[in-house]
């Protein structure tokens, strides 16, 4: 299932998508072009959420809030749960 969606340009940018598609440019038309910046701007943005992610973990770590897990993950979260309320002491 596709979406239909139109924006409208100023003329620099309609005038940059136009060197970006066609004979000379690096795509063949405006959708193409426009497809592959929201793919660039998800995949960025998802792999944000990843390095901020890792950033927390460090932060846990260099902190010391830490726990051997059981291996179980709702023993585990419940630990947590346990750790967080009580400030990790």
């Known amino acids: ?3 239909r969606i139109n924006a409208r340009l100023s003329l620099p940018l309609a005038e940059f ?3 970006m598609v066609g004979e000379t440019g690096l795509y063949e038309t405006p959708s193409e072009y426009v497809r592959d ?3 660039r701007d998800m995949e ?3 792999s944000q959420f990843v390095q901020d992610a890792i950033l927390t973990g460090y932060r ?3 902190a ?3 726990f051997e897990s059981n291996g179980d993950f ?3 979260m ?3 749960d346990q750790k967080e309320a009580g400030g990790w002491q």
Do not use: H, P, Q, Y
């Open 64 to 66: 010391g809030r830490v």
């Open 37 to 39: 910046l929201i793919r």
């Open 78 to 80: 419940a630990l947590l």
């Open 44 to 46: 960025r943005r998802e």
């Open 1 to 3: 299932m596709s979406e």
């Open 74 to 76: 709702k023993t585990d």
């Open 60 to 62: 846990d770590l260099a």
């Open 17 to 19: 998508v136009g060197r």
